[in-house]
């Protein structure tokens, strides 16, 4: 960190280079594509998917027409899916920038066919996840009718979504499998794709032709009761601002929900909520100082947060802090925050800067 800079978010494009690498290794023939929706996860879509079209990643996938058009403007060549699908409004753009959507439903595959012959396309089948896709009944009309419906359309995916992929003995993986087989069976051949991370590793029944990688691509774990398998891409710090000491009884921050249960040393740190540093981490979550862990002391604001550091050596003012990282990972990041490893990520503020490294 510059002395001018009291927080940052290190990213680690060597580190996403080699989870995909894990990605393909685990995934056998099946091609492995890049899921850079949310400005990849938060940490710079831009960055992300130069360094993962640098390991020869050629398919990417994004939720937003606007991200489409930004990341065409990145990568000229690459083929990207849009998952939101097509809009009737947004059919022009998705051509003019040869954009593959993503079709939801009967009306989005009626829109897309009607926008021109031979526009590639994706179907998402809808296997439980009640979110996006084909529910059964409007699939069982696209079977019916395929050869009408689908006539102008060429097929580039068929695919659905895993709903508990982080649970690897969730019954749910197996019926969502079973169904996505029985829509397959259903449908004119085309290229298939069911896993995400979770489903990486879930084993080759899942794998078909493609799979779609985001939060192993970034160094979460994506089954939690398992070691994780990718290395460590994101790095937030903050710095410390203050040291002060306080004795028993002293409380800190607001609400004066901590109090000191021993004359204690606190290190108030550059970082807060505004720097999407969660409040729900305040009293519960750490930080660490050169690996060494400190508790958090009271609540997080919006651009403090205190630590107690009593039991950590060497605290000056302008170390450094880790909230995220080698030692406090992002799945523990998470557990204090009472949320998914996905918030934590994509609510880091842009008031951080970012920093990308090539490094593993």
Same mark, same amino acid.
């Given at each position: ?27 056998? %023939? !099946? $091609?492995?594509?890049?899921?850079? @929706?949310?400005?990849?996860?938060? /940490?710079? #879509?831009?960055?992300? =998917?130069? &360094? ?90 696209? %079977? !019916? $009718?395929?050869?009408?419906?689908? @006539?102008?359309?060429?097929?580039? /995916?068929? #695919?659905?979504?895993? =709903?508990? &992929? ?104 550059? /970082? ?89």
């Amino acid at each position: 960190m510059s002395e001018f800079e009291p927080a940052r978010l290190t990213v680690r494009l060597g580190a996403i280079g080699a989870n995909w690498r894990e990605c393909v290794r685990r995934a056998g %023939a !099946a $091609e492995v594509a890049g899921v850079v @929706k949310a400005d990849g996860y938060g /940490l710079g #879509m831009a960055p992300v =998917a130069r &360094a993962l079209a640098g390991q020869g990643c050629e398919t990417f996938f994004v939720a937003r027409l606007a991200e489409g058009v930004a990341l065409r403007g990145v990568l000229p060549r690459a083929r990207i899916f849009v998952l939101d699908g097509a809009q009737a409004g947004a059919i022009p753009a998705l051509i003019a920038n040869t954009l593959t959507p993503v079709l939801n439903s009967l009306a989005e595959i009626a829109a897309w066919s009607q926008a021109g012959p031979g526009l590639d396309a994706a179907i998402h089948i809808d296997t439980g996840m009640n979110r996006l896709g084909l529910p059964p009944e409007e699939l069982a009309t696209l %079977a !019916a $009718e395929a050869k009408s419906r689908l @006539k102008n359309i060429r097929l580039a /995916l068929i #695919m659905s979504h895993l =709903a508990s &992929a982080d649970d690897a003995a969730s019954p749910m993986n197996a019926a969502q499998l079973s169904r996505f087989r029985a829509a397959l069976a259903k449908l004119p051949p085309a290229p298939a794709s069911l896993a995400s991370s979770g489903g990486v590793l879930l084993g080759k029944d899942y794998m078909f032709d493609m799979v779609r990688p985001g939060l192993g691509l970034y160094g979460g774990n994506p089954q939690n009761e398992k070691p994780n398998p990718f290395a460590v891409v994101a790095v937030l710090t903050g710095r410390i601002l203050q040291l002060r000491r306080v004795d028993k009884g002293e409380s800190v921050g607001y609400g004066a929900t901590f109090r000191a249960a021993r004359p204690a040393s606190l290190a108030t740190v550059a /970082l807060g909520y505004a720097d999407g540093l969660m409040r729900a981490i305040g009293n519960r979550g750490a930080g660490a100082i050169k690996g060494v862990r400190a508790p958090i002391a009271g609540r997080v604001s919006m651009d403090l947060v205190t630590l107690d550091v009593s039991d950590v050596p060497g605290v000056s003012v302008g170390g450094e802090v880790e909230f995220l990282g080698d030692t406090i990972s992002l799945d523990e990041a998470a557990a204090a925050a009472m949320t998914a490893p996905y918030e934590i990520l994509t609510s880091i503020s842009p008031r951080v800067p970012r920093h990308y490294e090539e490094r593993p």
